[in-house]
């Protein structure tokens, strides 16, 4: 018997005008072209449309810089949504509304002070969640998490990573246990069995890949790691981010994507 296949959501969130006073750890700021931001962030829509999800846009959070950045803001799992509580300061606000669109589809938990979680620092493969320990997310939201998580049938494994922002800055999914990695931000070992494909060392920022259904999501910018992918036979939809990598986003933090399960009432 073929079960259906359950709808694909993305959430996203229009990029605000503010932007321009985002966070950054890694880069200097640069000058973002607002307009272009936005267009590239509707082609980068497109695409997730284009692979079988529907996308909703939350509403604009004009006086949030970083509000396109949803993906930090939670962590949608089988049974349950957690809503993170991130650790620059200027981001928490970004989560009330996240929570009320999210709690249409799961069940909600969140993340309580002092501890903090960024969505970024969450890898999920299968039934393991990799949480990285960064200047974001500490231990105290990890072992939170490790606590909601349990009750729904997954493990957590703390990842240190160092070097970048974020554990999916290092590692992402892009295949049936395969990463993309960069290993000088995170120990491959802590990875355990899973095949690791190495960005190219002239590309250390191009590890972030989204990967819906068996595509990978990838920015145009990374021409030499992205060759390694087409090598492995993976099938790749390439975006232009540009403007956002300005503010240290990438592919993955634009968006939460899960499957449609809504919340039995
Ligand atoms: C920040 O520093 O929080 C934002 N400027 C960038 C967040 C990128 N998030 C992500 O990669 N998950």
Redesign the pocket.
């Known amino acids: 018997m073929n079960l259906p296949t359950p709808k694909m959501i993305a959430l996203t969130r229009p990029v605000s005008p503010s932007i321009e006073r985002?966070?950054?750890?890694h880069l200097s700021r640069e000058p973002i072209d607002f307009g272009l931001a936005e267009e590239q962030h509707r082609s980068y829509e497109e695409i997730l449309e284009r692979l079988g999800c529907e996308v909703r846009r939350l509403d604009a959070e004009p006086e949030l810089?970083?509000a396109v950045?949803v993906?930090?803001t939670a962590l949608v799992l089988e049974g349950c949504a957690i809503i993170t509580r991130?650790g620059?300061v200027s981001?928490r606000p970004e989560t009330s509304s996240v929570a009320a669109e999210l709690g249409r589809y799961r069940e909600l938990h969140y993340i309580e002070g002092p501890g903090t979680l960024?969505?970024?620092d969450l890898l999920v493969v299968d039934r393991t969640i990799f949480a990285g320990v960064s200047s974001?997310s500490d231990r105290g939201g990890i072992e939170q998490l490790r606590f909601v998580a349990g009750r729904y049938g997954y493990r957590v494994r703390p990842v240190e990573v160092s070097g970048c922002?974020?554990l999916?800055?290092a590692a992402t999914q892009v295949a049936p246990g395969a990463l993309l990695i960069n290993r000088r931000w995170v120990d491959p070992a802590r990875f355990g069995a899973l095949d690791l494909i190495d960005v190219d060392p002239a590309e250390p920022t191009g590890a972030?890949a989204l990967l819906i259904g068996r595509t990978v999501v990838y920015p145009e910018t990374f021409p030499l790691t992205r060759d390694r992918l087409v090598q492995r036979g993976i099938p790749l939809k390439t975006v232009d981010l540009s403007e956002l990598a300005k503010?240290?986003?990438?592919v993955?933090?634009c968006s939460i994507v899960f499957a449609e399960a809504p919340v039995a009432t």
Do not use: I, M, Q, W
């Open positions: 985002c966070e950054l750890t810089p970083d950045f993906e930090d991130p620059a981001r960024d969505g970024g974001r922002l974020h999916k800055s972030n503010a240290e986003g990438a993955t933090c």
